[in-house]
């Protein structure tokens, strides 16, 4: 069945501190985005990488990928103003016959595993998207209150997060609506549910400075 | 204000896949337990120490201190069935005028900062907890289901969780129940609300393998 993955990176940096976006900050001696790719192709070498950008980071990318001898195939496409546009703009032309798998570019470090269990109950389910459990306390807030709530009951979710591409093309001929906050929120506004896989912890989301130097640890220890 | 802080350790390791309870096992050089009680006398010459271990545990802890040659002040009391308990038991004879923190003894990456405002709020407020912002999106599981919730409404709690010892001390005369999570979920139970301040997202709590990298990575870098 055919796999491709669609590998969001909006990013502008504005969190980091940084001239430079967070996707192209190298780790290791490799920008995290060329890490991200090459997880996936670790997980099948016939898969299909799109890559998202902002159209005027493209030229940097390409000297990037000249700097570092880059040469895993990849497609650019054009991000939009939100990452809903973004992913609307990498389902272009997409076969509606295989699986879709939509990932942020700064997550460099989701496991061979959860990839491949994303995919494996997408193929059966539809659908499904990797989660963790909540090892914190955690609190609502309600105005000035905040109280408790129960963790047992809360998952964390991450990407990728792995469609039937057919339904996933259908869920974003829609309107954009603010409460699209991933692709299962887009994708389950159609009725349909998607399923929880585990996820891996470690499978975190450089937003920080104190996230790239856990990434470097993790990606140096073979994580 | 006389401060104090009672460290609880009472894990016993079983999601570390190891043999050493996870307060024991060596970061850079130190076991986390000195990395943790350090960060307090950073944050105060005169803050008076308490730990909680597992009773079977003193002997062992007190050749690691000589090992070390660790050598900060601090006072053993023992831990109970459930944290509950353990807290409890810290309490022991703890003068009613000052303030008391409750702190994760497998949390070492706690900031000056975080501890500071801590005990700066829960001085005016009575009480007051770190907590940091949620940047996954979170989903709410119902049974077989699940749907994504605002993640802006909720908050990951940490600690050290800073309290008026006299208030503190009365919470803790309450029966044991189910839903005490934390110390603050005690303390609320008495009626009273605990005040919401910013921690530091690099403070993490210690439970699996990847977070031994991740606070090992984080400490070399002198967070």
Chains 1, 2 share one sequence.
């Not at 670790?42 to 990928?65: G, M, T, Y």
């Not at 499904?128 to 609190?139: C, F, K, L, S, Y």
């Not at 709530?149 to 869920?171: K, M, S, Y």
């Amino acid at each position: 069945m055919q796999k491709t993955v669609i590998i969001v990176a909006g990013g502008s940096g504005l969190r980091m501190n940084s001239e430079t976006p967070k996707q192209f900050i190298e780790i290791n001696g490799l920008p995290v985005l060329m890490h991200t790719i090459n997880r996936f192709y670790e997980f099948s070498s016939n898969i299909e990488v799109r890559l998202v950008l902002p159209q005027h980071q493209f030229d940097f990318w390409e000297a990037l990928c000249q700097k570092h001898n880059f040469t895993k195939t990849h497609e650019l496409y054009s991000g939009g103003k939100t990452r809903f546009h973004s992913v609307k703009n990498g389902l272009q032309s997409l076969s509606p016959n295989g699986l879709v798998a939509i990932h942020d570019g700064v997550r460099p470090l989701a496991s061979i595993g959860t990839i491949r269990n994303c995919f494996m109950a997408a193929e059966e389910y539809g659908a499904a998207i990797p989660v963790i459990d909540v090892h914190e306390t955690i609190r609502k807030t309600d105005g000035l209150y905040s109280h408790t709530v129960d963790r047992r009951n809360f998952r964390l979710v991450q990407t990728p997060q792995v469609f039937d591409a057919r339904l996933l093309i259908d869920a974003y001929r829609q309107e954009y609506n603010d409460s699209f906050t991933d692709d299962a929120s887009v994708f389950e506004s159609t009725g349909k549910p998607v399923m929880l896989v585990d996820g891996n912890r470690e499978n975190i989301k450089i937003t920080t400075p104190a996230d790239l130097i856990i990434a470097s640890a993790l990606l140096s220890q073979g994580l």
